[in-house]
């Protein structure tokens, strides 16, 4: 098993670009999350998605779209990229425990970011 | 004020000592996660335990439900050992997602 796979891993932006960050998983999750994280911080969800056709935002959604067509992936587009956008992203799934808890956490290397 | 909080922000030890991080929280949780991010930036799952004590090799965490604490223990630190450790809970209200707290940088040195 591959795990959580993330692309790219590095990628530089100019201000107004966009892009689509991919990150496929090989492990059947239900719980799928993108998370960004600037430096010296924690870890803030963007977006998260509990199946198939169903996402919903985190704390920081601004700026940021994303889709669950299928289990396996879930991509997160940035549109018109900001400065601001500047950060390590990660993708990060997990399986799906009773009465809507979730097990392990699975994360991607990371994206590094950098919007100029 | 942060719902996550982790002491120490930074911790340098010399190798072979015991090693504690704590995290203390104050919501309801229904689990609490330890996460270790290595330098190079990728981020493994150590623990996850919404109860007691769970061990794994060198690693030991403990959770009081209670209290609102969780500490992670190294026995014997390593270099390698050298990582942020991230505490990070699901709360009650919040399903599926988790909060994080800020993260506890550590430096073995050898």
């Known amino acids: 098993n591959a795990g959580v796979t993330q692309t790219p891993k590095f990628r530089i932006l100019k201000i107004g670009q966009s892009m689509t960050l991919q990150c496929t998983q090989d492990?059947?999750?239900?719980?799928m999350y993108w998370y960004r994280q600037d430096p010296g911080m924690g870890l803030k969800l963007i977006y998260y998605s509990v199946g198939a056709g169903i996402t919903d935002k985190g704390e920081v959604p601004n700026g940021y779209n994303v889709s669950r067509s299928t289990t396996e992936d879930f991509p997160l587009r940035l549109e018109l990229a900001a400065p601001s956008q500047t950060s390590v992203y990660f993708c990060a799934s997990s399986y799906r425990m009773g009465q809507g808890s979730t097990g392990e956490l699975f994360f991607g290397e990371g994206s590094r970011l950098t919007v100029l | 004020k942060n719902e996550v909080e982790q002491s120490p922000q930074n911790l340098t030890a010399q190798e072979g000592e015991f090693i504690t991080i704590n995290c203390s929280y104050s919501?309801?949780?229904?689990?609490l996660h330890w996460l270790q991010q290595h330098p190079g930036g990728g981020i493994v799952s150590l623990f996850m335990l919404s109860s007691g004590k769970k061990k794994h090799g060198r690693l030991i965490a403990t959770i009081n439900i209670q209290e609102k604490h969780s500490s992670l223990h190294i026995t014997a630190s390593h270099p390698r050992d050298s990582a942020v450790y991230i505490c990070?809970?699901?709360?009650?209200?919040?399903?599926?997602?988790?909060?994080f707290g800020e993260g506890t940088q550590l430096t073995v040195n050898p």
């Open positions: 492990m059947n999750h239900n719980y």
């Open positions: 919501v309801g949780i229904s689990a």
């Open positions: 990070a809970v699901r709360k009650e209200t919040s399903g599926s997602r988790l909060t």
